[in-house]
């Protein structure tokens, strides 16, 4: 079974629209960390927002926010105001528990297209 | 600007060169990683160094060979390389292994390797 899934391939939204990326995440761990990373055409992966299973609030940096129901198990990613250089690969990952030999799990990445 | 430097930053080789990435990181982190990213999927983790000692090997073929001289630098060694390696090839850099729910992972750009 798929640890972290992204039902959505690809996204449209229109620039200055806010637009929700969906994740949603399998684990029996009590302890874990989900992350999102976007990824340009040129390659490099970079960090966007973190959220921890047992925070209370959800993350929020700048125009990213994680809309974050543990219950349902989902890490939705929200950006706000879209820009044209938010074109780009996202992907979401979860790490599980403490030990250091758990692997960052990535999901399959949405590819969000902001159109002008 | 990323902080984890990737040198070359594109590699065109061979399949009977001998040729080497090279990942640098100066935020202290002791943990550094290799992953191989296919177009349009996922990166898959290769391995994994823990305070410069291999911590993870993902079952990667004899042909990538990686070393950790120092915290700082991390280098993957190439040889005899198959077409179907060609990848992006990231490294990345975290806090501590063990912490690592907790931490995110920070990339490099990538290097894109064609095997001729």
């Known amino acids: 079974a798929q640890k972290i899934t992204q039902t959505q391939p690809g996204m449209f939204v229109q620039e200055k629209e806010a637009v929700t990326l969906d994740c949603t995440y399998d684990?029996?761990?009590?302890?874990?960390?989900l992350f999102w990373y976007k990824q340009p055409s040129s390659g490099e992966m970079i960090f966007l927002i973190y959220q921890g299973s047992y925070d209370q609030q959800n993350a929020t940096e700048g125009r990213y926010s994680l809309n974050f129901q543990k219950a349902r198990k989902s890490a939705n990613l929200v950006i706000s105001a879209s820009q044209l250089g938010d074109s780009a690969m996202y992907f979401c990952a979860m790490r599980e528990g403490n030990s250091g030999n758990t692997p960052l799990v990535f999901g399959k990445g949405t590819r969000l297209s902001v159109i002008a | 600007d990323t902080e984890v430097t990737q040198t070359p930053k594109h590699l065109v080789m061979g399949m009977t060169n001998k040729k080497s990435l090279k990942c640098e990181q100066h935020?202290?982190?002791?943990?550094m990683y290799w992953y191989k990213q296919k177009a349009k999927k996922p990166p898959e983790l290769m391995f994994v160094?823990?305070?410069?000692?291999?911590?993870i090997n993902e079952s990667v073929p004899s042909r990538f060979s990686p070393e950790c001289p120092n915290s700082s630098l991390l280098n993957l060694h190439l040889h005899a390389l198959q077409p179907e390696d060609s990848a992006l090839y990231l490294c990345a850099s975290s806090q501590e292994l063990d912490r690592g729910r907790t931490q995110p992972q920070h990339f490099g750009d990538g290097t894109r390797l064609s095997i001729l």
């Open positions: 935020m202290g982190h002791r943990a």
């Open positions: 160094y823990s305070y410069e000692k291999l911590s």
């Open positions: 684990t029996s761990d009590p302890s874990y960390g």
